[in-house]
């Protein structure tokens, strides 16, 4: 049975002619519905491409990108999104950028309420649903945009490498906040990232991609269990996945 997002044989290419730049593929890849999967790989390797295609916001050079069996010819507007830098605008509350996802789709705010709330307290946000972007720490920032991916309950979300500009100790919080959303809500998640230890700790599967042009090397089962608290981490398991990555990628040069 084939996934709930497929690549069949997906290249992107930019350029034409003797100036043409081949930034991946051929990519294929099935991922399973309610997957938690990460696209590991080094800077420039057409992670975040990739992703874009699944919005529908980037046309691939050659394959196919299907969701749910329908090839993405267009944006795709029930999926939930969220990039390393926020969406939130300045002059809406925190309850009012989530608020904002739900009127773009023609969804009765009204009716999300508790919902909206649930999600708040879900990240720890709730005393803070009144104040403004500006109020909140850069972490809260986060936490917050997350709600705002999360709110029409997409069955596909993507995330961008959102923890990429947080320091250690917020990005450990919001680690946790992310699992947790994603084990009550098992939508399947797309996640982005350059850091090793993380794909691990957050993901069921692990797409590894070499540096460019970016080719899926292996994809590869965490088998461990959820939530990956401190105990976890620290597990002869979790250092043996962490360090197969790090064999790969150094034999690529890369680390």
């Not at 608290?229 to 990628?249: P, T, Y």
Request: proline residues 4%; negative net charge.
């Amino acid at each position: 049975m084939a996934g709930l997002i497929v690549f069949e044989g997906v290249t992107k290419t930019y350029g034409k002619g003797a100036s043409a730049v081949q930034a991946f593929g051929p990519v294929s890849l099935d991922i399973a519905e309610g997957e938690f999967i990460s696209f590991l790989g080094p800077s420039g390797c057409g992670k975040s491409t990739l992703m874009l295609m699944i919005a529908g916001l980037l046309d691939a050079s050659a394959g196919t990108i299907k969701l749910a069996g329908k090839e993405v010819r267009a944006p795709q507007t029930d999926i939930g999104i969220m990039f390393q830098d926020n969406t939130l605008v300045p002059w809406r509350t925190v309850r009012g950028n989530i608020e904002l996802q739900l009127e773009m789709r023609g969804i009765s705010t009204a009716e999300h309420q508790d919902h909206i709330t649930s999600l708040l307290n879900s990240v720890r946000l709730a005393d803070f649903a009144d104040r403004y972007p500006f109020e909140l720490s850069g972490g809260m920032q986060q936490r917050a945009a997350f709600c705002q991916a999360m709110v029409h309950n997409p069955k596909i979300v993507l995330l961008d490498e959102p923890l990429g500009k947080l320091d250690a100790m917020t990005r450990e919080h919001i680690r946790a906040d992310l699992q947790r959303l994603w084990m009550q809500t098992q939508s399947t998640v797309v996640f982005v990232t350059h850091s090793i230890e993380e794909a691990v700790q957050l993901s069921s599967k692990v797409a590894v991609i070499t540096p460019r042009p970016g080719k899926i090397e292996t994809v590869i089962d965490i088998d461990l269990p959820f939530p990956r608290d401190l105990k976890v981490k620290a597990s002869a398991e979790f250092v043996r996945h962490v360090r197969h990555i790090q064999e790969i990628f150094h034999g690529y040069g890369v680390i």
